[in-house]
């Protein structure tokens, strides 16, 4: 048994890359960047108009008011995509709409509002003082030409669709999915929609783990449910290996009699980097790898799964595409949370914000084979060992579920 920290660092020394592609910009929702995008341009390209109105040397406007209007000349009309050419000189002004390119000379806009209005007149009545650069949205204002607008490993969700279309980025280099083969072993495993016979359960890790690796942005091109011989597993694996960045098995890594996992994969050729780490729950995880492909053995007990997933192969898949690893919390405990001699320990837990301090308690249901205990849990909490329960005030470590949100 190894400490995790320990156990962390060889991971991460065989972590890579994978490779990159081009994606249309309308396929590109929920992949990870693997390019900086820069702004082509500055934005805004050129100094327009915030409101529809008229554009005015602020000096024509000074002392106007509704009791006694200024009155220009209406020289022009400028619209958004179709600029007007002319310059205003003194007492002019030039009908300007929304987004529209403010004409030379002119300094602020006049809303139409406080003025006569549009129409086929040739003068207008100004009923406001407009200050300079009043209701002119600047050019550059909100960004510089060559600044990185999106750095490369963030996950591109409709803000970053809308900015890339801002910028007229019709195509993005992306991240390729990590391909991932899960598979769960047990001649107890039964697929929900059948019935249970004495002694079977329902196959839930197989969903666990499948949602998962959707959420990271990787994808899972082959899974199955296998029963505990040799055999079986050794033609599930070897065509797993042959085809997937990670694989990740559910179960069968432990002490049993029927716990052929490890056997299989060393028969295959798989290098043993690490089995049993100093954690509960899931305790047996076993890492190891063949050529580049990375292979993680998690024992079958559902939440020693799940956690399992989050605090391992989570960062794995994450780091492949690019992404930062994310800071854990740290959040003051309200009630006592278990502690193991020599083991760290993690339990699906609650965070939320009290009196502007981040607070949290563990779910109540303790026992690995609880599943329902990630239920209203927003995040894993987790501590290294100890003597003794930490207790309510005390810090622990928060690790929030990504898709979920501190209340
Ligand atoms: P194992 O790691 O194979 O000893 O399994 C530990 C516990 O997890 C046993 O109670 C198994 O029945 C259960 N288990 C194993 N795989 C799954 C799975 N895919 N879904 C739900 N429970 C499982
Ligand atoms: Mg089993």
Redesign the pocket.
Known sequence: MIPIKEAKSIVEKHLFEVEKEQVLLKNAGDRILAQDVVASFPSPRFDNSAMDGFAVRSVDTIGASNDSPVTLNMVGVSSAGTPSNVSIKEGECIQCMTGAKIPNGADAIVMVEDSSGFSEANVVQIMIEASPGKHIRKEAEEIKKGKVLIPAGTRITPGEVGTCATFGYSTLTVFKRPKVAIF???D??IEPGNELKPGE??????YVFSELVEYTGAEVVRQG?IKDNKDSLRSFLSEALDTCEVVIS?????M?RY?YVRDVFMELGVEDHFWKVAQKPGK?LFFGTMDSTLIFGL????VS?YIGFMEWIWPVLTSMMGQKKTKKLTGILKKPFPREKIKSRFIFGEAWIENGQLVCQSSTKVGS?MLTSSLKANCILGTEHGDGPLQPGEKITINILPWKTIK
């Open positions: 769960g072993t047990g107890e495993l359960i329902y196959n839930s890790n197989l449910i559910s179960g069968g890594v432990s049993g716990d047996p024992p079958g007990n559902p799964s084979h």
